[in-house]
Nanobody
């Protein structure tokens, strides 16, 4: 019933910016906390950012000031603007609705 589909992940060079999108369906999107997680090779999945129904945001320390999470409730979409990407941030990025539903992930690779 609930489906989340991420898009936007590509190969980029260090310092480049990307925006990821997550399209959702099958829920009353506007009432839920939405989040972005990432899982790097050999690492556990970690929270990157989340955003409440009111638009309050939270960020993992290493991305504060560089990443911005936002949502468009009319489009049932959540975004992650990522600036100045670093190689260490190569990961599969996942969108989640309330930590209960997950997308398939989108690969972001940061490499020279």
């Amino acid at each position: 019933q609930v489906h989340l589909v991420e898009s936007g992940g590509v190969l980029v060079q260090p310092g480049v910016s990307l925006i990821l999108s997550c399209d959702s369906s099958g829920s009353i999107f506007s009432i839920y906390v939405m989040g972005w997680y990432r899982q790097a090779p050999g690492k556990e999945r970690e929270l990157v950012a989340n955003i409440t129904s009111r638009g309050n945001t939270g960020y993992e320390d290493s991305v504060k000031g560089r990443f911005t999470i936002s949502r468009d409730n009319a489009k049932n979409t959540v975004y992650l603007q990522m600036n100045s990407l670093q190689p260490e941030e190569t990961a599969v990025y996942y969108c989640t609705l309330n930590d209960d539903y997950w997308g398939q992930g989108t690969q972001v690779t940061v490499s020279s």
